[in-house]
């Protein structure tokens, strides 16, 4: 995920300090791992660096004085150009569930076992998304962001499913190539 | 096996065995399910789940195996106590609501109520507040063939859960639905399952539909799929 435009795109809504954007990105992505404070600062400073976004003044609110930031045109420009850019529908065929089966078969190892402990511990973590998403006064953000966690979940699910179903052909395969 | 809290279940099953003509549905399936817990039974079509759910709801008799509920074995009870014992314990879902359709959404839910002695004015406030509920009080005096799908199932588990069940068997009750209207009909379920201590026993194909219980337990080829059994 581009923090940039993550950044860019909360900027949008007016000047706001580091402090700020991160409990913004925080509460807007709450499945998404916590943006580290350094890695806010530096994202800032080279936003400011590519004429993106520029430095609003500071404020102190009686505690240490914070400097805000604020979104150039550049900046509004190149976040719409990132936001209506088409993503790649990325083939995920790499990942680590399938070269772990893959891996197994080769080894002699039992992918089957693999799959079956694999699919508890995905349908663990969608139970606890459900929980989350469906808790009382779960807020926008919590509910889409706990969707697409579960839909990804879901297609994993169903093609560990396919593939448990197939692993006598697949076992046979990987042994005679 | 058990539920994992050590208590007696509330429904247990040991060994069913059931066959339709030659067809074997289930080949020594067990399951527990311990009061108040909400359990999904998953499995591709064909793996049993449905004469599962047919067997512990004493709708059909296992060929051989035991079903006992709160220490009564349903699998020998006589024809009519188990009819007695589906209609005050029971409550039944299925994937198409099968809902009455010359009755209103309030008549439907009212019924059972009637059925069991209670006068028609209580009975209709009662179904009113189950509306209320399960969020369709609005679509009280539509028809089923004037709601929408995910309506018509809310209305059916109102009708299901009505005369206060100790268990809701559930088959495959958002099958006929789009993801959001699934999605109320699973927070409702789920919800007042819980508010109400309700036991529910659901049978799904859908992994996010599964995602809702407390627990799965995976049918294959009629038998119960899991840790040391073969898939």
New interface residues.
Partial sequence: MSTRHILLGLLAAGPSHGYDLKRRHDERFPQARPLAYGQVYTTLQRLVRDGLAQIDGTESDGGPERTTYRSTEDGSRELARWAGEIAPPAPFVTNEIFAKVVVSILSGGDA?AYL?AQRDA??ER??Q??AVK?A?GADLATVLSADYA??H??AD??WM?TT?ARLTTLTAEVDSA | MNNGDGKVPLLAARGLTKAHGRTEALRGASVELGAGEMLAVTGASGSGKSTLLHCLAGIVRPDAGSVTYAGERLDRLPERRLSELRRSDFGVVFQFGQLIPELTALDNVALPLMLAGTSRGDARARAGEWLERFGVRGQGDLRPGEMSGGQAQRTALARALVTGPRIVFADEPTGALDSLSSEQVMTSLTHTARETGTTVLLITHDAQVAAYADREIRLTDGVVAGAGVTA
């Fill in positions: 089957a079956r995905h349908m969608m139970r998304l459900t469906t009382k579960l839909n979940l879901d699910l169903r499913t448990a």
